[in-house]
């Protein structure tokens, strides 16, 4: 394997800049193929925008995801020029609580297990009874959160501020692409773009499938991805551009060694 070894990039146009600037500065070639499209969901039906109005009347906040924080905060500052006082702002993951940060928010966001269920088990949210909680996310989607929070005695509302396509992609360049001998590792942000990226590739893809390292954000989509037939999945701790380029690089050495060559 050359000395760079390359790396697909599978998130969304406008969003893998960053990352895969990072990678390139860290001796990977980095590639870019979107799984996914994410466009703000304009205009904002009735409902939606009459929670938007009501935003004073939530004692919770909680963004699910960067894409969350950054369409949802634009949505909210078409009404709200300045915020009401009183809420508790809350961040899946890492980079979701640096984009509300940008805002000028302080957000309360997991430690370590930057997820759904790494937010639930934070004592703030352990008691909610008849407290009244706005989810800020994407259309559809898991709806765990949202029940978890509702058992907990929340009342439960979603402001569903943007919605998730599939890029249009050509099957075989995809598969030609993941056959490419230099290609080391493919990074996964979603379980939606997983299942996306499998699906231009199955059914004819299973060597490659288990030759490959797929390498992706949570344990919740490790499995998803050995359900798909993934055999060789890493996981990094969180969908930030610091994890996943920690995690890149902390197999690069673990597998290919110090200047790239495979062991």
């Known amino acids: 394997m050359s000395a760079e070894p390359r790396v697909l990039v ?12 990072s990678l390139g500065k860290a001796g990977f070639t980095p590639l870019h193929m979107p799984m996914l499209t994410i466009d703000p969901v304009d205009p904002l039906p009735g409902v939606q925008r009459q929670r938007i109005l009501d935003l ?10 960067a894409n969350a924080a950054r369409l949802g905060m634009a949505c909210i500052h078409d009404y709200w020029p300045q915020l009401p006082l009183g809420q508790i702002y809350w961040a899946v993951g890492e980079s979701t609580a640096l984009c509300l940060e940008a805002e000028g928010l302080q957000v309360a966001r997991p430690k370590s297990d930057m997820s759904s269920e790494g937010l639930l088990a934070m004592p703030g949210l352990a008691d909610l009874q008849s407290q009244q909680v706005l989810i800020v996310k994407g259309e559809g989607g898991r709806k765990f959160l949202e029940q978890q929070l509702r058992e907990r005695g929340a009342k439960v509302d979603s402001l569903e501020c943007y919605k998730r396509g599939l890029a249009v992609q050509d099957a075989q360049e ?16 979603s379980g939606e ?22 390498l992706v954000p949570s344990l919740r989509v490790a499995e998803q991805a ?21 995690a890149a690089t902390t197999w690069r050495k673990a597998h290919l060694g110090r200047h790239g060559i495979e062991r």
């Open 56 to 65: 004073d009347r939530y004692e919770h906040v909680i963004f699910v995801s």
């Open 193 to 214: 773009g997983l299942e996306r990226l499998s699906g231009l590739l199955q059914p004819r893809e299973h060597t490659n499938l288990a030759m490959i390292t797929l």
């Open 226 to 246: 050995g359900q798909l037939g993934w055999e060789r999945v890493e996981q990094a701790g969180n969908a930030s551009d610091s994890a996943m380029l920690a």
């Open 174 to 189: 995809c598969r030609d692409l993941v056959a490419m001998q230099e290609l080391a590792l493919i990074l996964v942000s």
């Open 10 to 21: 599978t998130r969304p146009l406008d969003q893998a800049d960053s990352l895969m600037s």
